[in-house]
């Protein structure tokens, strides 16, 4: 099979792509007129998906779908550039006003995921956003808060129906609706049996959805659970692992907890690989980087504080350390102060808004002297709809010291 991708339109060229065929391992060759070729391709009908790169930016991406038979295929691919989604989130009758914390998350097989935190009048921004489809989530902080439905325009976005995100597209108007899990107060929703669940959460293929379901599995209180779900504590898939561990720790048994510091420090190959190099290859290196960046998650959903001196040193670590003062603030304990403290002088800018974030979090108001010193620090972040540091350390001071703040248009 040989591939000719192009674009996307724009003022950085791409220095590369990579070219993945969905549910295949498998390897690609560049070649010198600017083609990638990857061989041995069963006969079948697949979905290939390339993405363009500036060194280590992405620049665009671009899918298709074709068969193969007994002839070599030739495909020209042309990317798509940068889109972004903006919406406003709402309440149910469960629930009345924003919560602080809320992350509404964006998702796509294709095209990874990216979080927004939301203001205080429920607006969120997705910049940099690929082409491909979506699928909304959010991480649950303060504990309990679930996502309802996700409108955009005329359209319904569920889980079986994602939103398409297409080339330069500025999708505007999306409406999000959270609310409360169910509780003997609010019937919004039935209750699934332990069986069912368990059922589901055998078959989940992917990662989030599994950790959904697992959920689930912890509000319904039942340790009788946990028998059935011992073996997970072993798979080689280390996502699959956490999410079972979780289970466990959120239930009371101390293996939950051990299994997930655990896959932090397993840096050994013997694990399921899914993830592809820029050459088309799996790689067993760049899986590990995953592995442990999704268990740092699972460590602040489990909120338990054993989790801060595990989480800490991680906040130097490039593989990981983005995910790290979510998840300390998400624990809650106070311990965590000082070191994100010292986060707020990290070299790029988006650790030190993470950093800002995490201490909001946690009530920092030993923080604001430190908050007050980034108020003119202009750099730009590269999520949240592409504010400055200092915009996000006048929301913080204002929270902390309670009073509104006033940020520019």
């Not at 990981?320 to 102060?337: M, T």
Request: aromatic share 6%.
């Amino acid at each position: 099979m040989i591939v000719w991708p192009e674009g996307p339109e724009g003022t950085l060229k791409p220095s590369r792509y990579s070219v993945v065929i969905q549910g295949r391992s498998h390897s690609y060759s560049r070649v010198a007129d600017g083609s990638y070729v990857i061989p041995d391709i069963p006969p079948g009908h697949y979905k290939l998906v390339s993405v363009a790169w500036a060194e280590s930016e992405y620049l665009g991406e671009g899918d298709t779908t074709f068969d193969v038979t007994n002839a070599d295929v030739v495909l020209r691919l042309t990317l798509g550039g940068l889109a972004e989604i903006q919406g406003v989130a709402k309440t149910d009758k469960t629930r009345t006003g924003i919560p602080d914390g809320v992350i509404l998350w964006i998702q796509s097989q294709e095209s990874g995921a990216q979080g927004s935190r939301m203001d205080a009048a429920g607006k969120f921004v997705f910049g940099r956003v690929l082409p491909g489809e979506y699928r909304f989530s959010v991480l649950k902080n303060p504990e309990g808060i679930v996502l309802r439905s996700v409108r955009c325009g005329d359209a319904a976005v569920t889980q079986q129906v994602p939103l398409r995100v297409g080339n330069r597209q500025k999708i505007a108007g999306c409406e999000v609706i959270l609310g409360y899990e169910f509780s003997a107060s609010n019937a919004a929703e039935p209750v699934e049996s332990a069986s069912s669940l368990i059922a589901q959460f055998n078959s989940a293929t992917m990662s989030w959805r599994q950790f959904e379901i697992a959920e689930k599995i912890v509000a319904l209180h039942d340790n009788s659970v946990l028998p059935k779900l011992d073996p997970w504590l072993s798979n080689d898939d280390m996502q699959a692992r956490g999410n079972a561990a979780f289970i466990f720790g959120r239930l009371g048994d101390d293996r939950g907890f051990q299994v997930i510091k655990n896959i932090l420090s397993d840096r050994s190959t013997k694990r399921t690989v899914r993830a592809i190099d820029d050459a088309g290859h799996a790689s067993p290196e760049l899986q590990i980087r995953d592995d442990r960046y999704y268990t740092v998650h699972l460590l602040g959903e489990l909120k338990d504080p054993r989790a801060v001196p595990v989480l800490v040193p991680l906040l130097s670590d490039d593989d990981v350390n983005w995910a790290v003062p979510w998840s300390l603030g998400a624990i809650g304990d106070e311990s965590a102060i000082p070191p994100l403290v010292a986060t707020l002088r990290n070299k790029t800018s988006d650790m030190r808004v993470l950093a800002i974030d995490a201490l909001v979090q946690l009530n920092a108001k030993e923080a604001l002297p430190e908050l007050h010193t980034l108020l003119d620090d202009n750099q730009q972040i590269h999520f949240d709809g592409l504010g400055t540091v200092a915009e996000s350390a006048k929301a913080a001071i204002a929270k902390l010291e309670g009073h509104p703040a006033i940020i520019p248009d």
